[in-house]
């Protein structure tokens, strides 16, 4: 038996704009979550405070 080619695909199965779907659904969930959790903003002001007290320490210093 042949299958029949008027059937239609499932639409579980994987085809080339499905995948590329899912890798730029990947993509924009991995950003969401890195904004959420604070980004480069937060990146920026945990360096400035990490460098901070040693600026300090060296500026009072005799």
Same mark, same amino acid.
């Given at each position: 038996m042949s299958e029949d080619p $008027? $059937?239609?695909d499932s639409p579980f199965r994987l085809n080339r704009s499905? /995948? #590329?779907l899912l890798l #730029?659904? +990947?993509l924009l969930l991995t950003? /969401?979550?890195s904004a959420m959790l604070g980004g480069l903003g937060n990146y920026q002001m945990l360096k400035e405070s990490a460098t901070q007290? +040693? +600026?300090e *320490? *060296?500026?009072t210093s005799p």
């Open positions: $008027k $059937k239609p499905r /995948i #590329l #730029l659904g +990947a950003y /969401i979550i007290p +040693a +600026a *320490t *060296t500026s």
